[in-house]
């Protein structure tokens, strides 16, 4: 499930600062809440089934791991699946993070959506929801989606988000197949009252292992988010390109050919946060306690049912390595963005087993040796 936020990242403004030890601070955790789900999507990371799954975590784990994130600070919490609204105590665990002051949001298919449940969902405290359009039709989304009538219920959805108060935003999978239909998928998001398009690049896990063949290639990486980069300002949407770390390699050479300044003011979060922020200001945790950089990358950092999150995010090796631009290899390791970009880390693995290794889908060459 792609994830939605608040503010491209961080509500209320800039992100926060690192600790004094220098761990970064967390901005965003999304939990897998729960793995079933009524849709069989092709691109699903977890190849999810509408089924039960055994020792997802029960309510108890799930209210000590979200006082747990409270005590970090107030970092937007991500419940997302699966279909989260399939979790029968998934109010109650929203009501409990957001009585602790933590900001929640929610990635849902919308097709469950009905005016009662969004209701509930606004006085749970919910702050946004993410739907998934990954085709500017009936047709085309219902065919990604694996079911007949997703499009026309997850509209629905919105439209009851919309009587609710509820803001939502739009997340599209970009393949080979729907690119051509990107820009029409923008409009429907502004035309159905959407606040936000989110463009996510495939990474192929779970399901989406099958879909190689509809990987966009470098050059279309590079062009398709060289329009996200012209539709800034054109479209009445909050943009934001996730995992596709390029982006913020390209908005800054923009700026250079144009003598632009990248400021907070003119770009907001994407003038002073990064492209991957795996173990640096975000985090996975599974239906089990996983804890993972991404829920594309399936390295363990540790499990909430061993150790707090909260020490998992500060003690785990892994995390230390991907918060270090300096051990990444090949030119991901030379490239002068490495430390706004660093690079897809789940395709990395993905392609040759290292997550160190460089992004293969960059067509970029790093200009020289040396600090971005």
Known sequence: MNHPSKTGGHPGGRPPAASPDGTPALR??????TRRCNLSCLHCRAGAEDEHYPDELTTAEGEAFLRDLAG????????????PLLRDDILHLTRYGHELGLRMVMGTNGTLLTPEMARRLKEAGIQRLSISIDGPDAASH????????????????MQAATEAGLEFQINTTVTR???????????????????????????PTGRGRALTGEIISAQEYEDVLNWFCDMRGKVPLELKATCAPHYFRIIRQRAKETGEKLTFETHG?????????????????????QVQPCGYLELSAGNIREQPFSVIWRDSQLFKELRDPDLLKGKC??????RVCGGCRARAYEVSGDHLAEEPLCMYQPAKAGGA
């Open 28 to 33: 965003l955790v999304a939990w897998e809440t």
């Open 72 to 83: 970090m600070g107030r970092s937007v919490v991500i419940m997302t699946g699966g279909e």
């Open 142 to 157: 219902d065919q990604f989606r694996g079911q007949g009538g997703a499009y026309d219920k997850s509209v629905e959805g």
């Open 177 to 203: 197949g729907n690119l051509p239909q990107v820009p029409g998928i923008q409009q429907t998001a502004v035309d159905l009252g959407a606040v936000a398009h989110h463009i996510f690049l495939l990474v």
């Open 269 to 289: 979060l994407d003038a002073v946060t990064k492209g991957c922020l795996g173990g640096q200001g975000f985090a996975f945790v599974s239906h089990v306690g």
């Open 333 to 338: 390791g030379l490239c002068e963005y490495r």
